[in-house]
């Protein structure tokens, strides 16, 4: 029964209509046709009974007491209080360790030196390096010059370095055969 037309005299016939149907009113001495969706859409639901007083999203967050309408939903009213993530995660108390996930630490470049330790292999070499645990697997990284040459010799040194052992706030690299006769920068990160 799309676009039925009724005649209505009574509340109830309206709400067994379809939004689709239309009937006719009586409006100042004229019939007009309207859609049940028109004759409902300004009617404000008192909160009492059961609506939220508001015709708008905003009034309504307001009368139901969810806080600042114009602003992010307080955490207290199921939100973040926030407009962006970093400050959402702040506000819900989120950190990479209390999700289990790992956090990355940098550390400043250090540069390992031409000066080894030990007469013969193995060599090594023991940097200091504050905050790093004995427990971090450190990822070490050369970092090379823009000089080719220097490059390539930093390069070939740094093929020299077999392993690095970490201890409380030092690194000491070990080099099983040969050891390096460049100086050469490198960039620590430890991921806890």
Not at 108 to 129: F, R
């Amino acid at each position: 029964m799309a676009n039925e037309t009724k005649r209505i005299t009574d509340v109830d016939i309206i709400d067994s209509l379809n939004g689709d149907e239309s009937f006719f009113v009586n409006q100042n001495s004229s019939i007009k046709q309207i859609s049940k969706n028109d004759v409902f859409k300004d009617i404000i639901h008192p909160i009492e009974n059961g609506g939220t007083g508001a015709t708008t999203v905003a009034s309504a967050r307001n009368n139901l007491g969810l806080g600042n309408t114009d602003g992010a939903l307080p955490v207290a009213n199921g939100g973040t209080g926030a407009t962006n993530a970093a400050e959402s995660r702040v506000n819900l108390g989120i950190t990479p360790k209390n999700i289990g996930a790992v956090e990355k630490v940098a550390f400043p470049v250090k540069t390992l030196g031409i000066n080894w330790d030990g007469d013969s292999a193995p060599y090594t070499q023991t940097i200091t390096v504050d905050g790093i645990l004995e427990e971090d697997n450190p990822h070490v990284t050369p970092i090379y010059s823009d000089v080719l040459e220097i490059a390539i010799a930093q390069k070939e040194s740094w093929g020299m370095i077999c392993r690095a052992i970490t201890g409380t706030n030092f690194i000491t690299f070990i080099c099983f055969e040969e050891k390096p006769e460049s100086e050469i920068p490198i960039q620590l990160e430890v991921y806890r």
